[in-house]
């Protein structure tokens, strides 16, 4: 009488692909594709501290921080959309239409300045969503329907504060009520005692956590 014994099966782990050996910890932060953006700003920053003396100042730095951060808070909105593979060259208009809105809506009807800011949103918020529901919508590029969106914004700015106000500028609302609260929140200064700068900086720096938070 035969027998046969079963053949156990191999527990032997599976050999390892070639290729992936482990990389330095040096490689994987040279390998993010935002060192070469930080790189490019250290080089444009030394260069100008090389040649411009009067940005080798403390005051100078503020302000260059200052003109960065009111783009660069659009600039955050603007560089997801990009990611995601869109373009919306209307942003910048719109948040001039945003403005001229909140003022001269708030300063007709004797608005407390707080309801600007919300109106000012809730416009923002109404262009982006035409934007994006006519380039899903039509299946045109969205660098076609917001560069279509760009000049019909910049003809409603100039026509409609024309029409309001007689002129191409909005009245001034600093004697409206909640205009001293809303500047605190918005454009105030903050000083740190050897540098002082204007509060968009912070605001800019929680917008970029944020879209680096959705990111990763």
């Keep these: 009488m035969s027998s046969s014994v079963?053949?156990?099966?191999s527990t032997a782990p599976p050999a390892a692909p070639a290729g992936r050996a482990q990389r330095s910890?040096?490689?994987r932060v040279l390998g993010?594709?935002?060192i070469g953006a930080l790189a490019a700003a250290i080089v444009i920053f030394a260069f100008f501290y090389a040649v411009a003396e009067p940005f080798r100042t403390l005051p100078a730095l503020a302000t260059v921080l200052y003109a960065s951060s009111t783009i660069g808070i659009v600039?955050?909105?603007?560089?997801l959309l990009m990611i995601g593979g869109e373009f919306d060259l209307s942003a910048g208009v719109a948040v001039t239409t945003s403005a001229l809105a909140?003022?001269?809506f708030c300063f007709q009807f004797s608005l407390n300045m707080w309801v600007g800011v919300l109106v000012s949103l809730l416009i923002a918020l109404a262009v982006g969503a035409v934007n994006g529901y006519l380039v899903m919508r039509t299946g045109i590029p969205s660098f076609l329907i917001t560069l279509s969106t760009f000049f019909i914004l910049q003809g409603v700015n100039l026509g409609v504060t024309k029409l309001v106000t007689g002129t191409v500028a909005t009245p001034n609302t600093s004697s409206l009520d909640g205009f001293s609260s809303a500047k605190a929140v918005f454009a105030s200064d903050i000083d740190l005692g050897f540098i002082t700068l204007k509060v968009t900086v912070l605001w800019w720096l929680l917008f970029v956590a944020v879209g680096t938070w959705l990111l990763l």
């Design 32 to 34: 993010r594709p935002e």
């Design 102 to 104: 909140a003022a001269m």
């Design 6 to 9: 079963a053949a156990k099966p």
């Design 75 to 79: 600039a955050v909105g603007v560089a």
């Design 25 to 27: 910890l040096v490689s």
